[in-house]
Nanobody
Framework: VQFVESGGGLVQPGGSLRLSCAAS????????MSWYRQAPGKERELVAT??????WYIDSVKGRFTITRANAKNTMYLYMRDLNPEDTAVYYC???????WGQGTQVTVSS
């Protein structure tokens, strides 16, 4: 089981980014998948989850982040808009708590 995150970068407040998570080693199409983030000096937190046709988001990103999947490509995306400095973190994706973490992708929101 492997996860490779990409798409991060430096963006100004109010900007947008789309993160990608390429997964392998399991049946992606039927698996719940989640995005997490870890800000400097803080615990890693669950940001969004996709399970079947359902999605869940933490309150701080509702209306700004959208999780989508391309099952044929074994890839999950996180579209982020109206970014603010509090969104600065390393973003990770994972299927379940027993999976290992990928390397993550750094998102920095700064002017």
């Amino acid at each position: 089981v492997q996860f490779v995150e990409s798409g991060g970068g430096l963006v100004q407040p109010g900007g947008s980014l789309r993160l990608s998570c390429a997964a392998s080693g399991f049946t992606f199409s039927s698996a719940p998948m989640s995005w997490y983030r870890q800000a400097p000096g803080k615990e890693r937190e669950l940001v969004a989850t996709s399970y079947g046709s359902s999605t869940w988001y933490i309150d701080s990103v509702k209306g700004r982040f959208t999780i989508t999947r391309a099952n044929a490509k074994n890839t999950m995306y996180l579209y982020m808009r109206d970014l603010n400095p509090e969104d600065t973190a390393v973003y990770y994706c994972r299927r379940r708590t027993t999976d290992s973490w990928g390397q993550g992708t750094q998102v920095t929101v700064s002017s």
